[in-house]
């Protein structure tokens, strides 16, 4: 069975579970790094390097049990997700508390917390919670899925052919492209803000510093086009998604030669890493690129 087949029909929970594990420990880290340099202050900004380790082990073992891709992953992308809108809720309070607060939102969403970094550690977390959903490669039909009834059929009296198809069977069978297209939309506006406020701070120094800054609108903007119509989600989507993951690989080259080039270079590789350019950053951008190119291959969301 083709990736493309796998895909379509919603068969790709183990390799869900494995993306889930990937993007958190990649975003874990960054937090990590982050909240070191805020000196771990409050100590609910343990609560995401703490979670993110957790989902990267539940996406694994999603990735070689069904069961554990259902409970495990499933309880632990859902506390994940609480985690991002509370830490989001916080990162608001801080740009609060600065001088001056929200009457100086330029000067204070720059030199404040990452507003929306938060939300963009719970990529993985919706990733892990889509995949819960999902089947797996060798899933027999006839075992997970209702059998439909025939409109002579005596299951048809009872009413059993007139269920309305749930969102649980959408996602089962790999039917939700416009959900994903929203979650790509939301992903590459999170992304390319957090790209715009990091590389201000840098006073775009680099004229690379500035694709994702532009792609970002690009990749936002197919993505909704991608919601309304099923051709641009097989057309737009996939070729605006393709330019953000090259983008995102490109800024992550940069980005740890930038940390590379620092003094000492990689023999002081913890130090450079924190105080450096944020090295997974890009990443989280490639992500969204990700996160279009899977919602191409979907099919769309069936009406009750």
Known sequence: MSLAVTVREGRFQRWLSLMAAVSSAASGLEVAYEHYKGSYSRRIMYTPVILSGALAGAGLAGFFSRKAAVTILRGTSILTLADSATGFYF????????PGGWRLPMT???????IFAPLLFGTAAYLGLLASFMRRDNDRDDLLLPKPAHAKHWAARIGYAHEPITWE????????????AVATAFSALFSGFEAWYSHYKNNFRYKAQWTPVVLAPVLLGA????????KSAQTLLPAASALAIVD????FFYHARGVMRRPGGMRKPLYNVIYGPPIFAPLLFAAAGFLGVLASMLGREKKS
């Open 108 to 114: 204070n969403i720059v030199m404040g917390p990452p």
């Open 91 to 98: 990162h608001i309070l801080g740009v609060k508390r600065k």
């Open 169 to 180: 069977q959408d996602l089962r069978e790999g039917r939700f492209q416009k959900n994903l």
């Open 248 to 251: 995102g690989g490109v800024g």
């Open 223 to 230: 993505a909704i086009a991608g919601v309304k119509d099923r």
